[in-house]
């Protein structure tokens, strides 16, 4: 059973950074890949970064990238996301998930609780 769980959400100022973790309390995601999703207010969720279950090259939406990296640990079973230069329409709710490996949700059969990112001054 693939259980996950994120962290690392809080309040930030913008031109600051955050690392959210995901880990996978169940031990079973080491073949699936792993996105983060994110949800702002009366918006629908939209994907942010992914990365296949081997570690290799990740996907970012336009909106982030080079500003955020993805990567994973395998032997922590755990995903982080690092943000950096964080504005403040990236303000939203993020969710980790795991599938076979997507930009679409759809795609991905676990999904996180979601851990709040707020970047305001």
């Known amino acids: 059973q693939v259980l996950l769980e994120e962290s690392g959400g809080g309040l930030v100022q913008p031109g600051g950074s955050l690392s959210l973790s995901c880990v996978d309390s169940?031990?079973?995601?080491?073949?699936?890949?792993v996105a983060w999703f994110r949800q702002a207010p009366g918006k629908e969720r939209e994907f942010v970064a992914a990365?296949?279950?081997?570690?290799?090259?990740?996907a970012y939406a336009d909106s982030v990238r080079g500003r955020f990296m993805i990567s994973r640990e395998t032997a922590k079973n755990t995903t982080y996301l690092r943000m950096d230069s964080l504005k403040p329409e990236d303000t939203a709710v993020y969710y980790c998930?795991?599938?076979?490996?997507?930009?679409?949700?759809?795609?991905?059969?676990?999904w996180g609780q979601g851990t709040q990112v707020t970047v305001s001054s």
């Open positions: 990365i296949p279950w081997s570690g290799g090259i990740a």
């Open positions: 998930a795991a599938g076979l490996g997507s930009t679409s949700a759809r795609a991905y059969e676990y």
């Open positions: 169940g031990r079973t995601w080491r073949t699936m890949a």
